[in-house]
């Protein structure tokens, strides 16, 4: 598959858990984007890596979320001592262009449904 | 700070008919703005992408247009289908690449 894949798909843990959810991009993608969509809402960005580099985490909600994309391809969004209001479906998205204003569009994975008990 | 409308959040129609969905902007300093449509359960599909230089663009049965003066957009659906029934968001892209999403519209073409 040519496409973004996310997993798992769905996630459900107890408040307090930790969690981690990746995606892998499509190969040779420079841009790797997270989101956060809440239920009946838009996405929301979360943070942005170019490469390994993480160049805007700018919309992490709290401390309690952290990314990472070492070696520049896959990546991981970690989400420490859960909470609900954390519940949400998680976007990945990769785009082939470095940052910037994007001239391209950004493809986007099948997303992780997060639920917090 | 850009925020995003999408008017109406809902909306259900027979099954060939011609409708609009709106979305506003607030900050008209925009890059390119980018009309997605999602399906339960899927990821987001790129269904047009107008450059901020251009009034609009258009695909098949699709046509979108860009006003940046008056911070506004329109997704135009010609011949409406049953497939066609899906949310529609409209996103902006800022000067770093991430796009700022409305709220989106969810369709229901009836047949």
């Known amino acids: 598959g040519a496409g973004v894949s996310q997993s798992p798909r769905y996630k459900v843990a107890k408040r307090g858990q930790d969690v981690a959810l990746r995606c892998d991009p499509i190969s040779g993608h420079v841009s790797l984007f997270w989101y956060q969509q809440a239920l009946g809402q838009g996405p929301e960005f979360l943070t942005y890596?170019?490469?390994?580099?993480?160049?805007?985490k700018s919309g992490l909600p709290s401390d309690r979320f952290f990314a990472e994309r070492p070696e520049g391809s896959v990546s991981t969004l970690k989400i420490q001592r859960t909470q609900q209001e954390d519940s949400a479906v998680y976007l990945c998205?990769?785009?082939?262009?470095?940052?910037?204003?994007?001239?391209?569009?950004?493809?986007f994975g099948p997303g992780t449904r997060l639920t917090v008990l | 700070k850009q925020e995003v409308t999408q008017i109406p959040a809902a909306l259900s129609v027979p099954e060939g008919e011609n409708l609009v969905l709106n979305c506003s902007f607030t900050?008209?300093?925009?890059?390119?703005l980018q009309w997605f449509r999602q399906d339960p359960g899927k990821g987001l599909t790129s269904l047009l992408l107008?450059?901020?230089?251009?009034r609009e663009q258009t695909s098949g049965r699709l046509n979108a247009s860009l006003d940046k003066s008056s911070g506004r957009s329109t997704l135009y659906i010609a011949a409406s289908q049953p497939g066609d029934s899906a949310t529609y968001l409209c996103a902006i892209s800022s000067n770093t690449g991430k796009l700022i999403f409305g709220q989106g519209t969810t369709l229901q073409v009836k047949p």
């Open positions: 107008i450059q901020s230089s251009q």
């Open positions: 890596f170019q490469n390994e580099a993480q160049l805007d």
């Open positions: 998205a990769s785009s082939p262009l470095a940052g910037g204003p994007v001239l391209d569009t950004q493809y």
């Open positions: 900050d008209s300093a925009i890059y390119n």
